[in-house]
């Protein structure tokens, strides 16, 4: 049985790329369901994280297939040029966890934690697209 080396790389670079930019993801997972019930939490998680899951396979695809189309990368680069301009010029305040909304039932809980998840692994699902080729 040969290895091939060049997808034992591929496969270590998008698991560490996604463990490292998905921290994030674990917070927001928390202060969703932080008030929720113990048995309703445990179920806020496990629907809200299987959710978010589901989605992140299915942007990777898309984000994939979209990383073919010509200048796409170069029009991603310049924005996130902008976004970092506007960041360094006015660096944004102090938030703190009291103005993050927290799900005051189950189902409202699982889709705090899929849309957060979301937005929060847009980069997740770039750099693992990219990584993968």
Do not use: Y
């Not at 029009?75 to 305040?93: E, F, M, V």
């Amino acid at each position: 049985m040969t290895f091939d080396m060049e997808f034992v790389f591929r496969f270590l670079s998008i698991t560490i790329l996604d463990l490292t930019l998905a921290g994030d993801n674990a917070v927001v997972i928390g202060m969703a369901a932080r008030s929720l019930p113990a048995k309703q939490r445990n179920k806020g998680i496990f629907w809200g994280a299987f959710g978010a899951v589901a989605l992140r396979v299915g942007c990777t695809f898309v984000a994939a297939q979209l990383l073919l189309i010509p200048l796409l990368q170069f029009g991603g680069g310049i924005l996130l040029l902008w976004i970092a301009w506007k960041l360094l010029k006015n660096p944004p305040g102090s938030e703190s966890a009291e103005h993050i909304k927290g799900g005051s039932g189950l189902l409202e809980a699982v889709k705090i934690i899929i849309l957060a998840d979301f937005i929060m692994s847009v980069d997740n699902m770039l750099a693992v697209a990219a990584a993968s080729h």
